[in-house]
């Protein structure tokens, strides 16, 4: 059975991560996307369970508190959070575990479970590129646009925190590129990896 990792991807709202998953999925093996719990209200056509866990703030709040986040952070005045449960039964079933979560999000990811993480930033080639395939979506009014440029523009100075970069000039180019680094994330060894195989390398010596 192939071992569990952690995928991070991250990368402004329309770069076309979604699109380059689905694109490369049938060549990264077994993966589980990490659905992310949110206190929003949900949008026409998007499902509870699939889309995203549809919460109360309340509800939330107290999952904080539990300690039942991988991670979470509040963006646009709502909570976004990462439930642990599911993630811990994919890494345990040797699964990929793909998250789209924002600089923030996988700062805190790799404080926690840094030795399985593998992390890529995924961008448009320029702003200009942003800004026209945000506005060709039709998806959004004029200051939500506004304001996912601003974020862009602060998330682009992170990119060196991540250990590849995806530039999406092509859909075709970006998934090729993408299928390898998944395959690059499952050969990730953690520390106790580590350690047990060197152990296992010196035993009979």
Same mark, same amino acid.
């Not at 699109?19 to 490369?24: E, G, Q, R």
């Not at 152990?199 to 035993?203: E, S």
């Given at each position: 059975m192939q071992k569990g990792a952690i995928l991070v991807l991250s990368g402004p709202?329309?770069?076309g991560k979604s699109?380059?998953?689905?694109?490369?999925s049938d060549?990264?093996?077994?993966?589980y996307f990490s659905i992310s719990t949110t206190t929003r209200a949900s949008r026409q056509g998007e499902e509870d369970g699939v889309d995203y866990f549809f919460v109360t703030k309340e509800a939330f709040e107290e999952d904080i508190k539990a300690g039942n &986040?991988?991670?979470y952070a509040e963006v646009h005045g709502n909570y976004y959070g990462t439930s642990l449960? =599911?993630?811990r039964e994919s890494l345990n079933e040797g699964k990929l575990v793909i998250f789209d979560i924002d600089v923030q999000g996988h700062r805190l990811v790799r404080a926690?479970?840094?030795?399985?993480t593998?992390?890529? &930033?995924?961008? =448009? =080639?320029?702003?200009?590129?942003?800004?026209? @395939?945000? @506005?060709a979506r039709c998806t959004d009014d004029e200051s939500v646009i506004v304001n996912r440029i601003t974020n862009a523009k602060s998330e682009i100075k992170a990119v060196g925190e991540y250990d590849f970069t995806i530039i999406n000039d092509t859909v075709d180019e970006a998934a090729k590129l993408f299928v390898i680094v998944a395959k690059a994330a499952r050969l990730k060894q953690s520390e106790e990896e580590e350690e047990k195989f060197v @152990?296992?390398?010196?035993?009979n010596n």
């Open positions: 709202s329309g770069a699109t380059i998953i689905s694109a490369a060549e990264i093996g077994e993966y &986040f991988l991670e449960k =599911p993630v926690k479970m840094n030795d399985i593998t992390s890529v &930033f995924i961008t =448009p =080639p320029t702003l200009e590129a942003l800004e026209t @395939r945000l @506005r @152990r296992q390398w010196l035993k």
